[in-house]
């Protein structure tokens, strides 16, 4: 097949077009990114229950302990009465009968440990009577991996029952997988614990699990949407997710029960998911959020809620005249003066007092998260609230609004009729924030989507992926089928860059054994991480997307027609000419690059291949890849080949 490549440069793109959508979803923060390795570190677990509109939890703040050696050997229990902070009242109280006994935590599936690597320790105790020293140690049928003792403190009588912090390291003698972490008091006593914490010393920045955050680092993101998603909602507004509990010390941030534990409740299973104990710890806060992002060099895109608990879920809303929607508005500019304020600032003082004096730089905010418009539901007047109150405050700051949950309803025309109705109202919104779930096929079909769009008004492309099937712990939906169609559609994206200024795969994450969700960009467990063939699209477009785009004069759709998808555009700084293209064939393609007068003297490229025998070929931690990337130099001259079932960057 033949391709034109012109020198006609049409639109700019702009830089870090190409982002990340990060939801706590599939424990994608706790038991994922967030590096803490203890479940229900701080005895604040719940477990929820429940159905649209009627959703319940009950404390189980013993979620994930247990005695160790044995139940005769150890009495244990959550209290309330003696907390460390308020937030978090609950805590665990110890009695053993003989020396090296103590409690057991379960960690997801267990600890994982890497022979000579560090281990960081935190914990708080109250002595009540115990004078002894604290024994930690990582063991699997009485074989012991990893050890360390953490010396008691004597104090005087007036001071002794208050809650004292320990801090230890130890390291991994040999690796394990699968093993419990044990808290063991070295003598006969009672002791009080909370807040106990386990940490790789190799953690990204300290917080950051750094397999996880090295993939995150090859995809260059533009910029990372967070914390979500449906989370900002809430099934109830009580459980959404606010940020300011995570502005604190780690063990002051409330517990908050995660929206996706009650995912797919129903009757068949008494409205109890097999995940009712996903909570959320806050460790990832929103401090933690803006610092991934400056360490990625991406900028923020945090979304707020308006009022509205999700929409899917609850009809639990805040009235748009009452002090608890002022409150809503309140928390935007606070958070933009969290972001962006001086230390002499309430909020810049608090990121000051966390670690960071220099501002963080926000100019984007997400104003609700797939809302619509309904008679009761009042999406349009609590955007239009925010806007003016932010906008008075910050002006510099670039709104993304709501295009509900999908492109194909009523919701989606309603949203665009308001924001193009308000258009010429300078600063209004800066994009709308698009969202489709769709079969592979659909992107296909639908490469052309953005061709005819009015161009004021721009799209955030904020939440898709390909599904060829769906649902919990299918890893095996992240096929090459789908990667494929979502490669073809970007291409139609690319090309309209001058609409299409930000866009980003969902979801991110996903732990093997914890999903709600399938497919997603990156799987996991304790011990490895993979990326799927959607994460080396994801990398492939946003390391090479140019600064401007190059004309494809229609030919594209006559390509299309033949199973061929590509885009074409240009990159400055390199003097390099940038080919996507896509053989969604069963049958190898050739194709015969022809340059304009222009890049005549351009005789060589290099080009990044992913392609597989089979569409629904898949990694999987055991094959992590199965489908990856290759590179590969040639001469122009020599026409380039592209197999069947292969998406291709080339270079020139």
């Given at each position: 097949m033949k391709l034109l490549i012109g020198n006609k440069r049409k639109h700019p793109i702009q830089d870090g077009m190409i982002g990340l959508f990060f939801e706590d979803i599939n424990y994608a923060a706790d038991g994922g990114l967030y590096a803490e390795m203890i479940e229900n570190r701080s005895f604040e677990f719940v477990e929820a229950f429940g159905d649209k509109s009627d959703y319940y939890v009950k404390e189980d703040g013993g979620y994930g302990w247990s005695a160790y050696p044995s139940e005769e050997a150890v009495s244990h229990g959550v209290y309330m009465g003696s907390p460390l902070c308020e937030e978090n009242p609950h805590y665990m109280r110890v009695t053993v009968q003989q020396a090296m006994a103590g409690i057991a935590?379960?960690?997801?599936?267990?600890?994982?440990?890497?022979?000579?690597?560090?281990?960081?320790?935190?914990?708080?105790?109250?002595?009540?009577?115990?004078?002894?020293?604290?024994?930690?140690?990582?063991?699997?049928?009485?074989?012991?991996?990893?050890?360390?003792?953490?010396?008691?403190?004597?104090?005087?009588?007036?001071?002794?029952?208050?809650?004292?912090?320990?801090?230890?390291?130890?390291?991994?003698?040999?690796?394990?997988?699968?093993a419990q972490f044990l808290m063991l008091l070295a003598e006969p006593g009672t002791a009080e614990f909370d807040y106990i914490s386990m940490f790789p010393a190799n953690a990204a920045a300290g917080i950051f699990r750094a397999d996880l955050f090295a993939l995150l680092e090859k995809l260059h993101p533009g910029f990372i949407r967070f914390p979500g998603g449906c989370i900002v909602e809430g099934n109830t507004l009580q459980n959404r997710y606010r940020y300011k509990d995570s502005l604190k010390e780690p063990w002051k941030r409330k517990n908050n029960w995660n929206r996706w534990a009650v995912h797919d409740n129903c009757a068949e299973n008494a409205f109890h998911s097999r995940y009712a104990h996903y909570n959320q710890t806050m460790g990832l806060g929103f401090y933690e959020y803006f610092l991934l992002c400056e360490l990625l060099g991406a900028k923020a895109l945090p979304v707020l809620n308006v009022g509205f608990a999700c929409q899917y879920q609850s009809t639990e809303q805040v009235s748009i005249d009452s002090d608890r929607f002022q409150e809503l508005i309140q928390d935007a500019l606070d958070l933009i003066e969290f972001a962006n304020g001086g230390v002499d600032t309430r909020w810049g003082a608090v990121r000051a007092g966390l670690g960071h004096e220099k501002p963080f730089g926000l100019s984007m905010l997400g104003i609700g998260n797939e809302q619509?418009?309904?008679?009761?539901?009042?999406?349009?007047?609590?955007?239009?609230?925010?806007?003016?109150?932010?906008?008075?405050?910050?002006?510099?700051?670039?709104?993304?609004?709501?295009?509900?949950?999908?492109?194909?309803?009523?919701?989606?025309?309603?949203?665009?009729?308001?924001?193009?109705?308000?258009?010429?109202k300078e600063n209004f919104v800066y994009a709308v924030d698009e969202h489709y779930y769709v079969k592979p096929q659909w992107l296909y079909d639908h490469v052309d989507f953005y061709d005819n769009y009015p161009r004021k008004t721009k799209v955030f492309s904020g939440e898709y992926a390909a599904h060829p099937f769906n649902g919990f712990n299918r890893p095996d939906a992240n096929t090459l089928e789908g990667a494929?169609?979502?490669?073809?559609?970007?291409?139609?994206?690319?090309?309209?860059?001058?609409?299409?200024?930000?866009?980003?795969?969902?979801?991110?994450?996903?732990r093997l054994g914890y999903t709600q969700w399938s497919p997603?960009?990156?799987?996991?467990?304790?011990?490895?991480?993979?990326?799927?063939?959607?994460?080396?699209v994801q990398c492939m477009y946003s390391n090479n997307m140019g600064d401007t785009t190059l004309d494809t004069d229609g030919k594209e759709k006559e390509a299309a027609k033949q199973g061929i998808y590509y885009s074409l555009s240009f990159d400055t700084a390199a003097d390099q000419i940038i080919v996507?293209?896509?053989?969604?064939?069963?049958?190898?393609?050739?194709?015969?690059?022809?340059?304009?007068?222009?890049?005549?003297?351009?005789?060589?490229?290099?080009?990044?291949?992913?392609?597989?025998?089979?569409?629904?070929?898949?990694?999987?931690?055991?094959?992590?890849?199965?489908?990856?990337?290759?590179?590969?130099?040639?001469r122009l001259a020599d026409k380039i080949k592209l197999p069947a079932n292969a998406f291709a960057v080339i270079r020139i």
């Amino acid at each position: 097949m033949k391709l034109l490549i012109g020198n006609k440069r049409k639109h700019p793109i702009q830089d870090g077009m190409i982002g990340l959508f990060f939801e706590d979803i599939n424990y994608a923060a706790d038991g994922g990114l967030y590096a803490e390795m203890i479940e229900n570190r701080s005895f604040e677990f719940v477990e929820a229950f429940g159905d649209k509109s009627d959703y319940y939890v009950k404390e189980d703040g013993g979620y994930g302990w247990s005695a160790y050696p044995s139940e005769e050997a150890v009495s244990h229990g959550v209290y309330m009465g003696s907390p460390l902070c308020e937030e978090n009242p609950h805590y665990m109280r110890v009695t053993v009968q003989q020396a090296m006994a103590g409690i057991a935590n379960k960690a997801y599936d267990g600890i994982y440990l890497q022979e000579g690597e560090e281990y960081l320790l935190t914990f708080w105790v109250r002595p009540v009577k115990y004078t002894g020293d604290f024994v930690v140690r990582i063991a699997k049928e009485n074989h012991v991996f990893a050890e360390c003792r953490v010396k008691g403190e004597s104090f005087e009588e007036e001071t002794y029952n208050y809650y004292r912090k320990y801090t230890a390291r130890m390291t991994a003698q040999e690796s394990c997988r699968g093993a419990q972490f044990l808290m063991l008091l070295a003598e006969p006593g009672t002791a009080e614990f909370d807040y106990i914490s386990m940490f790789p010393a190799n953690a990204a920045a300290g917080i950051f699990r750094a397999d996880l955050f090295a993939l995150l680092e090859k995809l260059h993101p533009g910029f990372i949407r967070f914390p979500g998603g449906c989370i900002v909602e809430g099934n109830t507004l009580q459980n959404r997710y606010r940020y300011k509990d995570s502005l604190k010390e780690p063990w002051k941030r409330k517990n908050n029960w995660n929206r996706w534990a009650v995912h797919d409740n129903c009757a068949e299973n008494a409205f109890h998911s097999r995940y009712a104990h996903y909570n959320q710890t806050m460790g990832l806060g929103f401090y933690e959020y803006f610092l991934l992002c400056e360490l990625l060099g991406a900028k923020a895109l945090p979304v707020l809620n308006v009022g509205f608990a999700c929409q899917y879920q609850s009809t639990e809303q805040v009235s748009i005249d009452s002090d608890r929607f002022q409150e809503l508005i309140q928390d935007a500019l606070d958070l933009i003066e969290f972001a962006n304020g001086g230390v002499d600032t309430r909020w810049g003082a608090v990121r000051a007092g966390l670690g960071h004096e220099k501002p963080f730089g926000l100019s984007m905010l997400g104003i609700g998260n797939e809302q619509w418009q309904t008679q009761r539901a009042d999406f349009f007047e609590r955007y239009a609230a925010f806007e003016k109150a932010i906008h008075a405050a910050a002006p510099q700051i670039q709104l993304i609004g709501s295009a509900g949950p999908d492109i194909t309803s009523e919701k989606y025309e309603m949203a665009w009729k308001f924001y193009r109705e308000n258009e010429d109202k300078e600063n209004f919104v800066y994009a709308v924030d698009e969202h489709y779930y769709v079969k592979p096929q659909w992107l296909y079909d639908h490469v052309d989507f953005y061709d005819n769009y009015p161009r004021k008004t721009k799209v955030f492309s904020g939440e898709y992926a390909a599904h060829p099937f769906n649902g919990f712990n299918r890893p095996d939906a992240n096929t090459l089928e789908g990667a494929l169609a979502e490669a073809a559609f970007l291409t139609g994206v690319e090309r309209n860059a001058d609409v299409v200024v930000l866009a980003s795969y969902a979801p991110l994450f996903a732990r093997l054994g914890y999903t709600q969700w399938s497919p997603d960009m990156i799987w996991f467990d304790a011990e490895r991480a993979y990326g799927t063939p959607s994460y080396h699209v994801q990398c492939m477009y946003s390391n090479n997307m140019g600064d401007t785009t190059l004309d494809t004069d229609g030919k594209e759709k006559e390509a299309a027609k033949q199973g061929i998808y590509y885009s074409l555009s240009f990159d400055t700084a390199a003097d390099q000419i940038i080919v996507k293209a896509v053989n969604a064939g069963k049958e190898p393609a050739e194709l015969d690059l022809e340059l304009a007068e222009e890049w005549q003297s351009k005789k060589d490229y290099t080009m990044q291949l992913l392609t597989g025998d089979e569409p629904q070929a898949h990694n999987a931690v055991e094959a992590p890849d199965r489908i990856s990337v290759t590179n590969s130099s040639g001469r122009l001259a020599d026409k380039i080949k592209l197999p069947a079932n292969a998406f291709a960057v080339i270079r020139i």
